[in-house]
């Protein structure tokens, strides 16, 4: 994303800060994307490619993602994993 001339305002005085004070400003920012409620699967189904995520052990099978519990990563059957340059 590309926000040029984006501006930010600030009532600093309410803050007690003076407009001769001296300060560091940082803003950070977090990219996000929307999921829609409900299942989805993670990864691709195409085989060898790296760089994509699967369910252990089988690297073209698709990671499925069914609530907001916890996710298993790992080399254990059934659990969460990510191929990488050769690393299964």
Same mark, same amino acid.
């Given at each position: 994303m590309d926000w040029d001339g984006i501006e930010l305002s600030w009532d600093y005085g309410a803050e007690g800060i003076?407009?001769?004070?001296?300060?560091?400003?940082?803003?950070?920012?977090v990219e996000m994307v929307y999921i829609p409620q *409900? =299942? +989805?699967f993670v990864? *691709? =189904? +195409?085989?060898s490619e790296s760089?994509?995520?699967y369910t252990h052990p089988t690297t073209s099978n698709?990671?499925?993602i069914t609530s907001?519990?916890?996710i298993n990563v790992?080399?254990?059957?059934g659990y969460?994993?990510?191929n990488t340059l050769g690393t299964h």
């Open positions: 003076n407009d001769d004070d001296i300060l560091d400003i940082q803003l950070f920012a *409900g =299942a +989805f990864g *691709g =189904a +195409f085989g760089g994509k995520f698709p990671f499925h907001e519990s916890v790992g080399s254990t059957n969460l994993n990510y």
